[in-house]
């Protein structure tokens, strides 16, 4: 094993995914750090979220290799793929709420479902409780997910994500069909969730503004608000722990920071950085 | 692959059977009322179809043995297969189809449960217990629909009806009777899981996977009931 395998939380070797003969991911490699995070950028249909659901084993590759906190799982089974899933939390993109159960109940899933985190029961209710205090939900426990508007829908499920403190988390695109207030405080979430507990994290948005808010603000405990990074010296250059994938037809076109990003002039790539700047 | 996955299911842990008891209400308790409707009224129009027929060799008499072994053997498990195929196997690809576009199965798999263990074995279960004993309801209220009708329209005594429809059903009537429930019972709620599992395209492929499972699954009970019936009369076919 070499050390890149030890460090990497998510590492894809050569990773080529296709449904039905067409081919959706083509030769991708890429790794993400402990502690990084990827803004993951591309058009409709650019294969953005079937290399989430290839990370967390939900799709399988035809070829090339998927490395998850240290582990090969290429070629794992689904019953030993449920002990890794245990320790990634994900937010779907339609947030993927079990609508029979109410949200205390989806909020606890995670806890009473998987095997390896072995929550004692008495300890379920207060961890579901913190997890919708965490994203300001606390009066909802009672109620269905379809009694919820969509951001409320979208918290719940960011808190279904973060209950079991998973070292890593997958976002699907969290701010898509939101309003720009909406948008805001998901991404406050996200990136107080970052902040607070130092969780390796890949967003798949086709929101520039969103990689701008992760690579240049940071969460402020004090006022619950986000506030530039490199004010008052909490956590300098955290853009650097940031790096933004564009994706374009299944393949990865461009890897780096966003200075990097800023100076790029391919039309495609480029036309992510003027929506964001719109 | 589905059946074998949800078989090995059953004999292997996590079991859901809060899930199971609840499908249990909803196939089977909740099918009962149409069940015995439609068996009455097949019983009822059964008798008074044979009593016409038979009365032209002045056999009105053995309309009860006519009647139980028509219903026993072939329209009991069928009809009452077909209407639970019409009420669930759509149902249930309609639930797992709108969870299959939703993310919802995905979700299951990501946060620590095999959707075939948690959705389709408790259906597969659950249809294994009910659709057998509806079918015996259905045979009975059947039976007793055929028996007004003997009484009361074609003026043979009741007596007579029990006794002839009794004697008429001998162990392997009853065999073949309970066989094909349990038979179609796979067919009923796997074909809905099947179908549900593998719905694409928002609500419009949930509509689709509905109608398929629908059809699909009544296709394969009739199909199925030629072959189990060919099984059961192999002997009697050979030697004429």
Redesign the interface.
Known sequence: MSAGEVKSVVRFEHVSVSFDGTPVLKDLSFEVPEGEARIILGAASSGKTVLLKTAIGLVRPDSGSVYLLGKDITRMSEREMFDVRSKIGMLFQESALFDSLTIEENVAYPLLNHKAIQCPAEDVERRVKEALHFVELDQTLARFPSELSGGMRRRAAIARAVVTGPPLLLYDSPTAGLDPITAHTIMTLVIKERDLTNTTTLIVTHRYQDGLLMANFRYNPDNGQLVPARENGHRPQPQLRTRFIVMREGQLVFEGTEAELEAVQDPYISKFRKQGGG | MLTGAALRNVFRGPHYSDDIILQMDSIGVGSLLIVVLVGLFTGATMTMQLARALAQWGQQGQVGTAVAITLVRELGPALTALLVAGRNSSGIASELGSMKV???I?????????PIQKLVTPRLIATCVTLPLLTIIADFVGLFGGYVIAANLVGVPGTVYWRTAWRALVWIDVAQGLLKPFVFAFVVALVGCYYGLRATGGTQGVGRATTQAVVMASVLIFVLTVFITRIFTSNLISSS
């Open positions: 939703t993310e919802q995905d979700a299951m798999r990501a946060l620590g449960t095999d």
